[in-house]
């Protein structure tokens, strides 16, 4: 025969269980149009700054990468362009760009680092090709990162914290079973 203590410790273990699950599916009772979701926000996509160039025989993209200009130089039909001499001026910039591997190019640049509008010189030289050609380098203000304290957040602390009050729970009911049952005994 089991006794009545046992039973209702049993059944308020059952219902604190319930609770639980109740509230973990909270965000599933949403009604049409109403998801009570926070809105998913547009990906916050950073390119580089960069210009693109396009001639007859070449095709040219520059990208600032920390404090160095990579140059990509294809052709036409998009084969990569390897051996050329590539020469970049501008404001506070002059200098031949390093070849790195095929097609790709590299030149320090310290001073397009900071925020501003650099028209830029540059002359390719590859083969018999010779180009010159101009381009505009755009450096935006670096955008502080805003952390949102938000509907997220919230949701990670109670996701995180749920599985803790359920095992004190089990631990509550094993300790009060012991308790009541004739003859064991803790110290």
Do not use: C
Request: glycine fraction near 8%; charged fraction near 20%.
């Amino acid at each position: 025969m089991i006794d009545k203590p046992f039973m209702l410790r049993w059944a308020t273990l059952k219902a604190f269980i319930a609770a639980i699950l109740l509230t973990l599916s909270m965000p599933l009772l949403a009604h049409e149009g109403h998801d009570h979701v926070a809105a998913a926000k547009p990906a916050d996509i950073r390119l580089a700054p960069r210009f693109e160039l396009r001639s007859e025989d070449l095709e040219l993209v520059g990208v600032l990468a920390g404090k160095n200009l990579i140059i990509y130089l294809d052709r036409a039909d998009n084969a990569p362009v390897s051996g050329a001499q590539i020469e970049i001026e501008g404001q506070g910039i002059k200098g031949v760009a390093a070849e790195m591997t095929d097609g790709v190019y590299q030149l320090a640049a310290p001073s397009l680092t900071q925020a501003g509008k650099y028209p830029l010189v540059i002359t390719v030289q590859a083969g018999e090709i010779v180009d010159l050609l101009s381009a505009s380098l755009e450096v935006g203000e670096a955008a502080a990162a805003v952390t949102e304290a938000g509907h997220v957040d919230r949701n990670w602390w109670f996701y995180a914290g749920t599985p803790l009050l359920l095992l004190a729970g089990a631990l509550i009911a094993r300790r009060q079973r012991r308790q009541a049952q004739p003859g064991i005994h803790s110290a």
